[in-house]
């Protein structure tokens, strides 16, 4: 019986587009930025790994949540599992906390902002969604 090629261990750019939703230019970009450090072949075309994968999709989980490049770039140098941040990286924590923090608020503005636009629209709170409690009060009509 045939067997069929084992795939490729390293993926091209359009491959690394395709298996991460982000585009090649976008790539290209996190590379500048530090996030990202593909390989080379020897005609000087990037190569990526399948751990490249991770790191694209937990560098848009990030981004997505606020965190700029910068901050990524600093975890990303500095953070591994099984670290003590505080201890073994202070700067590190510093930024996690601020980004923590600010998260938080964000998230309470979130909850502020749905449960104001329910009092708009008339639409109910679920029974696991936030409270209206500390949402401003409708603006009333000229």
């Known amino acids: 019986m ?3 090629p084992s795939p490729s261990p390293t993926l091209r750019i359009g491959e690394m587009a395709e298996a991460t939703g982000v585009s090649e230019r976008l790539l290209r970009y996190y590379e500048s930025r530090g996030l990202l450090t593909p390989g080379r072949t020897a005609c000087g075309h990037r190569v990526y790994t399948r751990p490249d994968v991770a790191r694209v999709r937990l560098v848009r989980f990030l981004l997505d949540g606020g ?3 910068k901050d990524i770039r600093f975890l990303l140098e500095c953070a591994h599992e099984g670290l003590d941040v ?5 700067e590190l924590d510093a930024v996690l906390t601020r980004e923590f923090v600010r998260i938080g ?3 309470e503005s979130l909850v502020l902002t749905r449960g104001y636009l ?5 639409r109910p709170l679920t029974d696991t969604g936030p409270s209206r409690a500390g949402a401003p009060e409708p603006v009333p009509a000229p």
């Open 86 to 90: 505080a201890r073994e990286c202070p």
């Open 118 to 122: 329910a009092v708009l629209t008339g």
């Open 2 to 4: 045939p067997t069929s």
């Open 105 to 107: 608020q964000e998230i």
């Open 67 to 69: 965190m700029s490049t």
